[in-house]
């Protein structure tokens, strides 16, 4: 019985030498990762030229609104009822106009993003089988690995790789 116990343990720990495991902090990762500082910094240039069209047509229909209701009491009921629902309607417009130029922001930034981790995710397997390492786990916050030791963190290796194919 003892002998089996010592087999059965050599094996365990034999199968354990066998797997190479290593983890990524996928947040550290992607925030060292410069491409992914450079899509976040166009996209926030872009936002503020939008926020900043959107303030400006704002601040241009209150004027317009201000007008009317001035112009609005020199003129007949119907009158003044009817241009008021053409500036409802243009107000209406230009804020649809504005929510589908953020939507195509949102849905352009999105799909960069989505490349990028998938390019990630490439290169984190690429260097798993050229270092070979049975499994990369991922760490870092919602991460699976709770705790791991330096030499097994590939973090800084990968983000370096990353960011060397960038610069190219």
Same mark, same amino acid.
């Given at each position: 019985?003892?002998?089996?116990?010592?087999?059965?343990?050599?094996?365990?720990?034999?199968?354990?030498?066998?797997?190479?495991?290593?983890y990524?902090?996928?947040?550290?990762l992607?925030?060292?990762?410069?491409?992914?500082v450079?899509?976040?910094?166009?996209?926030?240039?872009?936002?503020?030229a939008?926020?900043?069209?959107?303030d400006?047509i704002?601040?241009?229909?209150?004027?317009?609104?201000?007008?009317? &209701?001035?112009?609005? *009491?020199? @003129?007949? =009921?119907?009158?003044? /009822? #009817?241009e008021?629902? !053409?500036? &409802?309607?243009?107000? *209406?417009f @230009?804020? =649809?106009?504005l929510? /589908? #130029?953020e939507?195509q !922001?949102?849905?352009?930034s999105?799909?960069?993003m989505d490349?990028l981790?998938?390019?990630?995710r490439?290169?984190?397997?690429a260097?798993?089988?050229?270092?070979?390492?049975?499994?990369?786990?991922?760490?870092g916050?919602?991460?699976a690995?709770?705790?791991?030791?330096?030499p097994?963190n590939?973090?800084?290796?990968?983000?370096k790789?990353?960011?060397?194919?960038?610069?190219?």
């Open positions: 019985m003892k002998k089996l116990m010592l087999f059965a343990f050599a094996m365990i720990a034999m199968a354990c030498q066998q797997n190479k495991i290593g990524v902090d996928n947040v550290k992607l925030d060292d990762y410069q491409e992914k450079d899509i976040e910094a166009k996209y926030k240039v872009k936002i503020e939008l926020t900043k069209k959107r400006s704002s601040q241009a229909f209150q004027l317009e609104l201000q007008e009317f &209701q001035t112009k609005s *009491q020199k @003129m007949s =009921q119907k009158s003044a /009822q #009817e008021y629902a !053409l500036l &409802q309607q243009r107000g *209406q @230009m804020g =649809q106009q929510q /589908q #130029e939507q !922001l949102q849905i352009s999105q799909t960069e490349s981790v998938s390019k990630v490439k290169e984190v397997k260097y798993g089988e050229a270092n070979g390492f049975t499994y990369i786990l991922t760490g916050t919602g991460g690995v709770l705790y791991g030791q330096d097994q590939l973090t800084s290796s990968i983000v790789i990353l960011n060397d194919k960038y610069k190219k």
